[in-house]
């Protein structure tokens, strides 16, 4: 009589258990979980309120748990309607397979976004978005059409505008001129502020700057400023970069299509 080859049991081989990421472990907050059971599962607003928060409660609220999620554990939890338990099932299966962007791996994103920036200041390789033809401010010449024209702004785009005009005279590019004349701006409107007393605590001058720090100096005031690697100057206010794309939002901003009047009348 021939035996068979004893074989192991399954039933004692115990199988490793997947291991669960950070993100699956992510908690869902509450106003996605409501989201998701309102707009996948159909469920009225309040129905869909009510689930969630029992979810929550009973820490159901994870990838990892919503992809297990069975309409008897959601009876045994308390969760919703019987007549809603399928709805709400298939909902929680589709959020926690989703490939959208969970909130743990936007902050991941965002942490090394803003390292990579921050590196790319300290080695002057900042690429500006803007380019040398976006900047062109188009100044109208004619002085008829000159003729009769005002503008009523208060005085800190005025003084951009001017501040950038006089860089450009000097040999300046419109963006490099843009950076160096806001962080020009910043200083004075601050220094001002400070003299009315609308601001406390606010220093009123640029902070002192050496020798060996590159600079520029314009109207008695010295704006350090940083060598790009493309070779063009960027000013540095606060201890950042300031971005010319930043400056000319704001001088659009505040004067609109008058921009190119104030520039030639400048």
Not at 45 to 68: F, G, H, P, Q
Not at 135 to 157: C, F
Not at 174 to 187: D, F, K, N, V, W
């Amino acid at each position: 009589m021939r035996t068979a080859p004893y074989q192991a049991s399954d039933k004692n081989v115990k199988e490793p258990k997947p291991e669960v990421t950070a993100v699956e472990d992510e908690q869902i907050p509450l106003p996605r979980l409501i989201h998701a059971l309102h707009t996948l599962g159909g469920l009225t607003v309040i129905d869909a309120i009510s689930a969630s928060r029992a979810l929550i409660k009973a820490k159901c609220n994870t990838r990892v748990r919503m992809r297990r999620m069975s309409a008897p554990e959601l009876e045994s939890i308390q969760c919703g309607k019987a007549s809603t338990h399928d709805k709400i099932v298939a909902a929680l299966h589709t959020l926690a397979t989703s490939r959208g962007v969970s909130d743990a791996e936007r902050s991941v994103r965002e942490i090394e976004r803003h390292k990579n920036e921050q590196l790319q200041r300290e080695y002057g390789n900042v690429e500006s978005a803007v380019s040398d033809a976006d900047t062109d401010l188009e100044a109208i010449v004619d002085e008829k059409a000159l003729s009769g024209r005002h503008v009523v702004v208060n005085r800190a785009p005025v003084l951009l505008a001017w501040s950038v005009v006089v860089l450009q005279q000097v040999g300046f590019a419109t963006r490099e001129a843009l950076s160096i004349g806001a962080c020009y701006m910043r200083a004075t409107a601050n220094a001002r502020a400070v003299s009315l007393g609308q601001k406390t605590g606010v220093h009123s001058e640029l902070p002192s700057v050496s020798a060996d720090q590159p600079h520029v100096e314009l109207m008695g005031k010295r704006i350090p400023v940083m060598h790009m690697r493309d070779g063009e100057y960027r000013g540095m206010y606060a201890g950042e970069v300031y971005a010319p794309e930043n400056a000319l939002k704001y001088l659009k901003k505040s004067l609109f299509q008058t921009l190119p009047l104030v520039e030639t009348m400048l």
